[in-house]
């Protein structure tokens, strides 16, 4: 064979490595394309469908679920609206929700290997080397049985890589300063990407990524260029994000989302975290707090001895940088079992205070030890001279030998999941009522917490229990066994009167018009003073008339002037406006930063 | 020769290692779905989980309390659920259900998801037409008629709110939607009210072996509205349940004499997750143990004051607050 044909041969078999780990992950979604997954996914699809009801029904922008947990905020929370800032928004319109969260799943693993290959590029030209690290770092089981279980903010860990390769070229020495610029811009815009699709674990952790690795460059550097770059992604990317940053600032305000987190890694179990062929998400076992999908992450001995050794072999300061981060990450995930491991401390920060589980690090620490790797491997391969093409090859078959390897398990949480059956309703609008809990449905099986919300979106009808909100979840209860917070009732709740009714006397009032983010009221034969309430949680973005709405025993009201009265109740987040005007400066600066001329 | 000799290891050891892998012995499978009752009725009634037993002409009633409103009666081998909700009956080690008697449509009393799960072929469901809104009721029963289920005469009784409601004006309980009943177990006469006031109804029922009686509070009668009530109708024995929020010590004992009072733990959640939060700290998982208890209070504030929940909040306090300075 010659050398040209060897080294033609190892492209092809590094590049099909990627669509082969690929294919195999999701086939259990291509093969059976009509069906809804498990566990979490009857919240992550409720979220997706509330929000294409409110916009193509109601014709409104999504600020208001009305139909979990009694009404909560949907910008505003960390986990609803993931896609309203989305590439995946039109294909929500275009296509049945089955569809196109397939279509969200795969086309944010084509994202992310891409960006895998993309950063790989930033260390190697080997084709076969940025195959291997996008197999081993982005569709390993940790993702399938995330997906698996329904934490759809695991698909944004696509976006990671991308980030950490524009941050990376921007500060690259002797790099065109417009093209730093544009650089340091576009990873800001990722991680605002991430912000806006509910990113709740990949946004921290690829901030704290780019944070360790901007400080340890700069350190090896002896320059403040990383740390200044560093500023400007965090300063456009928060920017960016403003609009939605602001209103979930103040819906974590009112219910701070804070988690305990004493999840241990024992030490001895790490080499089965790898190793084990696993890919039911919802095992358990002694060590682990929760289940497998929390912790496993299938690589095999052969990817794993060979990422250690690559690892070792990197040299620096960039690897360094890498190496630093990911070693970090991997001491978050030994977990919180003594008060002064780095979890421990880390734990008690803001924003890290609200996450819990510390072994989900081990994915972020895997990309960027991987990355450091690659560039080991690099190392190696330039011994080898001219015998490099044929050992490129042998490491691209190789590559598709492990996509199959670990796609086999990659595969198995989904296809254990996406097992559910389509309600079979259209959006209807008729009027709108809640319940306690929906019904039970022969062709709907409830998520993990046996409640099941998305039926009622088709409905039109809203359940007081879910588990779709942060502050306003099924496994908080107070001493009446309801969720803090939770003003709303639903029809077999003893105290239900109505989606809305005179809360001192049995004046009638009526729904005239009903949308989620707007609903007006009429009443007649009440008192002056008489509290007029809407079967809705409250919040401060609630207004009556223009004023501000009161909460009345936590639920939505108005207090009446006379004996009749048409009220019409609105919300949006107060804050909203505020983080419109964020954004919109921000885009200017943006915009005039990329456009500003150097001077000579 | 190097060469084929590193592509041939390349090849073939990432390939035997895919094919056998390695098998895991630290992890086992479980379902997420919440476990449905399925043992065997003989064995449960047998067992220690029965609180009280009720001897009658054709054999023994065993009661197994369940949670708030949940009872669990055993029969001649069958079992009779009342009001079961979640998590309570997610139990595989109670029976399957033979009958299910609900007394209202509240979610205190039915949870539609829960009764299709526990539904198995042959299982009699039995409540107000008020119910069927939510879920299918096989014998459906209005004040006033009976039925036989499983050797067992039912009879629902009025279970309502005379003006007990949110405004005046209006009730918690509408007369005529709820059942209360009448079971007769072999001549054992058993009265289970479900959330009602004394209504006269109730208090005109005679003979009442064993009563049930709700103290529902805000939504029915209170302890000491209860003690009275227990005083028109004489049952021989009277086992308060669903008393979430009421003082079971403002009933009064004196003006109930010559019923027997049985008090049952009728929110035995609690006593589980102490013993979680007990089993978390031998494991180290403060968080998991400073909610545990945290719940545990919840369903039960007295409980606090037990030892060991008294020694488990002072290591959590040592551990939030590790620095010796």
């Known amino acids: 064979m010659t050398p040209a044909l060897v080294r033609t041969a190892g492209r092809v078999a590094a590049l099909a490595a990627i669509p082969t780990i690929l294919l195999l992950a999701v086939s259990p979604l291509l093969l059976h394309p009509w069906t809804l997954g498990q566990h979490n996914w009857d919240q992550m699809s409720t979220q997706r469908e509330v929000v294409v009801k409110t916009l193509a029904h109601f014709h409104q922008f999504p600020f208001w679920d009305p139909y979990t947990c009694g009404g909560h905020p949907a910008w505003g929370s960390l986990e609803s609206d993931p896609i309203v800032v989305s590439p995946w928004l039109p294909f929500y319109f275009l296509v049945p929700l089955a569809i196109a969260i397939r279509i969200e799943i795969v086309g944010w693993a084509i994202v992310g290997a891409a960006g895998c290959w993309r950063l790989a590029s930033r260390f190697t030209q080997s084709w076969a080397l940025r195959s291997l690290f996008t197999v081993v770092s982005l569709l390993n089981s940790r993702w399938g049985m995330q997906i698996g279980a329904g934490h759809t903010w695991h698909l944004l860990y696509g976006l990671l890589p991308w980030a950490l390769f524009f941050f990376d070229r921007s500060i690259e020495a002797g790099a065109p300063r417009q093209r730093a610029r544009r650089d340091t811009v576009l990873a800001g815009v990722i991680i605002a990407t991430m912000v806006y699709g509910d990113g709740i674990y990949p946004v921290p952790h690829t901030a704290m990524a780019l944070g360790i690795y901007a400080l340890v460059l700069a350190r090896s550097t002896r320059s403040w260029r990383p740390v200044q770059a560093l500023g400007w992604v965090g300063a456009t990317a928060m920017g960016l994000a403003a609009p939605k940053l602001l209103p979930l600032s103040e819906a974590l305000l009112r219910f701070p989302r804070i988690i305990k987190s004493d999840e241990a890694m024992w030490p001895q179990y790490l080499y089965g975290i790898f190793t084990w062929r696993e890919g039911d998400y919802a095992a358990s076992g002694d060590f682990v707090v929760g289940m497998w999908h929390e912790w496993g992450l299938y690589l095999g001995w052969p990817a794993l001895v060979g990422l250690v050794a690559a690892v070792v072999a990197s040299r620096g300061p960039r690897e360094r940088a890498l190496k630093w981060a990911g070693l970090v990450m991997c001491s978050f995930v030994l977990g919180g079992f003594h008060p002064l491991m780095p979890w421990s401390l880390l734990h008690l920060l803001p924003i890290f205070k609200s996450q819990h589980v510390p072994s989900r690090w081990l994915y972020t620490a895997v990309i960027l030890l991987a990355c450091a790797g690659v560039s080991g491997a690099d190392r190696w391969l330039r011994r080898f001279a001219e015998r490099r093409p044929r050992v490129e090859a042998a490491l691209g078959f190789a590559a598709v030998l492990l996509a199959i390897q670990m796609g086999t398990v990659t595969r198995v949480p989904i296809a254990q999941s996406f097992v559910n059956p389509i309600p079979a309703d259209p959006d209807r609008e008729t009027p709108f009522r809640m319940v306690h809990r929906l019904p039970p449905r022969p062709d709907y099986v409830a998520g993990l917490w046996d409640v099941a919300t998305l039926p009622g979106v088709y409905d039109n009808v809203g359940t007081l229990e879910c588990d779709t909100d942060n502050g306003l979840h099924i496994t908080h209860r107070d001493a009446e066994d309801r969720m803090p917070g939770v003003g709303a009732f639903g029809e077999t709740d003893p105290p239900y009167r109505g989606e809305t009714y005179d809360a001192e006397r049995i004046a009638p009032a009526r729904i005239v018009s009903w949308t989620p983010n707007d609903v007006v009221v009429q009443i007649e034969g009440a008192h002056a003073g008489d509290h007029l309430v809407l079967n809705q949680n409250w919040d401060a973005g609630w207004s009556a008339n223009g004023a501000p709405a009161i909460p009345y025993r936590d639920a939505v009201a108005a207090v009446l002037g006379g004996p009749s009265a048409t009220v019409d109740f609105r919300y949006a987040p107060r804050t909203l406006w505020w983080g419109v005007l964020g954004g919109a400066l921000s885009l200017a600066a943006i915009a005039f930063a990329l456009t500003r001329k150097e001077r000579a | ?325």
């Open chain 2, 1 to 325: 020769m190097m060469l084929p000799r590193f592509l041939t290891l390349a090849l073939v050891l990432p390939g035997a290692l895919a094919l056998f892998g390695c098998e895991d012995g630290h992890l086992h499978h479980v379902s997420v779905a919440p476990p449905v009752p399925s043992a065997p009725a003989a064995a449960v009634f047998a067992g220690p989980r029965v609180t009280d037993r009720f001897p009658t002409a054709s054999g023994e009633l065993s009661v197994i309390p369940l949670e708030h409103a949940g009872i669990l009666f055993g029969w001649h081998d069958h079992a009779f659920y009342v009001d079961p909700t979640a998590p309570a009956v997610n139990d595989p080690e109670l029976p399957r259900p033979d009958a299910v008697l609900v007394t209202d449509p509240h979610s205190d009393h039915l949870d539609p998801v829960v009764l299709a799960r526990l539904r198995r072929p042959g299982t009699v469901v039995v409540g107000p037409p008020s119910v069927e809104a939510y879920s299918p009721v096989d014998v459906p029963l209005r004040n006033g008629e009976s039925r036989r289920v499983f050797d067992v005469d039912v009879t629902a009784v009025p279970s309502y709110n005379v003006s007990r409601g949110p405004v005046p004006g209006l009730v918690y309980h509408e007369r005529g939607r709820d059942d209360g009943y009448l079971l007769d177990f072999g001549g054992l006469r058993v009265y289970v009210s479900g959330d009602t006031d004394c209504v006269p109804e109730l208090a005109a029922l005679e003979h009442v072996d064993v009563a049930f009686l709700g103290m529902n509070v805000p939504y029915a009668m209170t302890p000491a509205e209860a003690s009275a009530c227990v005083a028109a109708f004489h049952p021989r024995v009277v086992i308060p349940y669903a008393y979430r929020h009421a003082d079971l010590k403002a009933m009064n004992r004196a003006e109930m004499t010559p019923t027997r009072v049985v008090l049952r733990d009728f929110y035995p959640r609690a006593a589980q997750l102490r013993k979680e939060a007990y089993d978390g700290l031998a494991h180290g998982m403060w968080g998991l143990v400073e909610d545990r208890l945290d719940d545990a209070k919840r369903i039960d504030p007295d409980g606090e004051s037990d030892w060991r929940v008294v020694l488990t909040r002072r290591w959590l306090k040592e551990y939030q607050d590790p620095w010796p300075w």
